[in-house]
């Protein structure tokens, strides 16, 4: 195995560690697996170095989406942007209306 190969199995795996942490090892996801492995396995042949070069790019920029997308969701939910904050909100109103003795009003909701 070369460096190109070499290359691509680092970029493999990394893949499969995204895939695997982000989207879950369960048995309902595995076809996201599957389909990481079958790709790599249909192109193994390919003799065309431009070819092989641009499907390990986009290997490895799919892994970087897939762990840049978790990441921000992280940080999102740690300053509370990712909350829904509406019954939040609705406490902290009812709680100064309450503060001048005055009650908001129910909200009709079927």
Known sequence: MGPKGLQTANVYRNLLKAVNKHIGKEESNRHFREYVTEEFRKNINLSDV????????????YAILL???????????????????SDEMKRTLGKSAASVGLQLPEVYQP
């Open 50 to 61: 431009n070819s092989v070069q641009q499907k390990v790019k986009l290997a490895q920029d």
């Open 67 to 85: 762990n840049s997308v978790h990441h921000h969701k992280d940080l999102l939910f740690s300053y509370n942007i990712a909350v829904d904050r």
